[in-house]
């Protein structure tokens, strides 16, 4: 059986080949991971919080789903990812088998806003998720925080990546980082680590 982290290795390398552009990938098909000093800290935060309850927004082919999946696994938690692009959810869904992480993951399949405003109607997601990783479209990225906050359980964890770069998303996540620190709710802080990163905790 492959072992989860050759999985990882496998896309890392496709990563940083797309990255160069060292392989010619249509725009509606690149990866565009974190990278792995991201995962390596998701999957730490997720071990260091005993989270149960995941939720990402965005998936692409499922990296950073299987650095999670790997840390919440074994808690007995499980986690919710919502991905639009038919191909990438086929090929994360083939990564997902190859890493053996499939039972841990439930995917959703269409546009994050419509997935979110439907989870936002149901009384079952209230405070529900200890952990959430937002990597969609930076354009709605505080539309996708102001829906998220109210399912998010007190002191649980939203990692937003690309705060650093791409340098094109910066004047977004500027934005951004502003509109989190005005919110007395949560307490907040941009790291380096990756492609930036911002941690955020739910005070109340």
Known sequence: MTN????LEKLEKQSSLEKSRQVDV?????MLAITKETGEL?????RLKNAKNMLEVGMSVGYSTIWCAEAISENGGKIITIEQNPKKIK???ENFQNANVTNTISIQEGLAMQVLREFSLQEEY???FDFVLIDADKENVIEYFDMILPMVSIGGVIITDNMMYPEKYREDMKKYASHIQANHNVRTIT???GNGEEITVKLR
């Open 42 to 46: 998701l999957n730490m935060l997720i």
């Open 4 to 7: 989860v982290f050759d999985v």
């Open 91 to 93: 090929r994360a869904k």
């Open 126 to 128: 209230k405070e529900y």
């Open 26 to 30: 249509p725009s509606d098909e690149r």
């Open 191 to 193: 790291s380096p680590i």
